[in-house]
């Protein structure tokens, strides 16, 4: 396959999606460690949106934003062993997070955040980087993967694996929601997944989700969890909510539970009510997405479970704003996607 060497990519100024600018860049050769990816899918996650508004922590300006692609292997560095052409890969969020635990180097290698992303037609990724997309996923499930399915693996295979009979609960029905229930289920937990829609919740039952509660209809919510679990609390909880759902989630948590701190949708700014948290003795655990090495567990899992993404939409690289809109409207349950090729 011959790889062009003027090839289109967006740009984030950070004055909103509505701005993102499609030029033209010039494609290098990949490095003696890299390879070049022609880029198929793109999936958007929550982050992007604050990229696009330059509210994202350190972002590097003029970045070519998203984290999340996925294609096929079109070009290999001279050292490149392991790899061929048309290899079928992602690579990870964070190019450099091989494996342990995340740093602050590591950080910096943040696809679309910190670094240039995957918005583009072609990237060069170090090799150390590369996944492999499960043979069962097309390019535009295997482009939800990098990030939102990875975090929600992290949250419940961490320090602390959830074991067969446990409760997890997950807030939400966005794309690291939707995977904790998916991975949740296949673990062998007993799920139970709360929303603003009925519908949403729906697509939830239908994937195996055990119990569901509308938030927007049941402001006690933790009460019900309680409820659920016979009055003893969840064993897991993945929280997107942030500061306005913490307190509740602290109740409907058991003693000696885990609180998954992932993300914060709903706003807010109320600090964590300390006694309360040492009383209950829980743990709450910060999420960094994950590692090539946990990317490979995973999908191990997904290619064991047969487990597909639920992608709700898919619009096609000249629809990248009107894609980044979609996601902001929260219509959307699970995945958001970008296909260019
Ligand atoms: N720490 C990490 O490694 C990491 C990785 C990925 C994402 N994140 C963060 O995780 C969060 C979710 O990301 P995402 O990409 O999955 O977002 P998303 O696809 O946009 O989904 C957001 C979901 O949050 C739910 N939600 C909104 N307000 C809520 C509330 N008050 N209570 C419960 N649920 C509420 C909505 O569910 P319903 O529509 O069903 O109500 C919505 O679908 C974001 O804050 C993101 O920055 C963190």
Not at 204 to 232: F, M, P, S
Request: glycine share 10%; with cysteine.
């Amino acid at each position: 396959m011959s790889v062009p060497n003027i090839v289109r990519e967006y740009r984030a100024q950070g004055d909103g999606y509505q701005n993102l600018k499609l030029q033209s860049a010039t494609l290098s050769k990949p490095k003696a460690t890299e390879v070049t990816i022609k880029i198929h899918a793109v999936s958007l996650q929550f982050r992007d949106l604050m990229v696009s508004k330059g509210i994202y922590p350190q972002q590097k300006s003029n970045i070519v934003p998203c984290s999340d692609g996925a294609g096929e292997i079109v070009a290999l560095g001279q050292e490149v062993k392991g790899w061929k052409i048309g290899d079928r890969v992602c690579p990870n969020f964070a190019l450099d997070h091989i494996h342990g635990d995340v740093t602050k180097e590591i950080l910096s290698t943040g696809l679309g955040g910190h670094t240039d992303g995957v918005l583009r037609e072609y990237v060069n990724v170090p090799v150390h980087s590369l996944v492999r997309i499960p043979e069962h996923l097309s390019y535009e499930e295997g482009s939800t993967l990098p990030c939102a399915a990875l975090t929600a693996y992290n949250a419940c295979h961490g320090p602390v694996p959830l074991k067969g009979g446990d409760y997890v609960l997950i807030l939400g029905t966005g794309g690291v929601s939707i995977f904790g229930a998916q991975i949740a289920l296949a673990s062998g937990a007993t799920v139970i997944v709360t929303s603003s829609s009925d519908e949403k919740l729906q697509v939830a039952k239908n994937l195996g989700v055990q119990h569901v509660i509308n938030y927007k209809k049941n402001v006690n919510w933790d009460e019900e969890v309680l409820n659920i679990t016979g009055g003893r609390g969840v064993d897991h909880i993945i929280e997107v909510g942030g500061p306005n759902t913490m307190l509740k989630c602290i109740n409907a948590v058991r003693y000696a539970g885990w609180i998954h701190v992932i993300g914060f949708v709903s706003g807010g700014d109320n600090g964590i009510p300390v006694p309360l948290a040492i009383m209950k003795a829980i743990t709450f655990r910060g999420i960094l997405i994950g590692s090539v090495k946990q990317f490979e567990d995973m999908n191990r899992l997904l290619t064991a479970h047969k487990i597909r993404p639920v992608v709700n939409k898919v619009f096609s690289f000249e629809e990248a704003t009107e894609a980044y809109a979609y996601l902001e409207s929260q219509k959307h349950i699970g995945k958001v996607v970008i296909k260019l090729a």
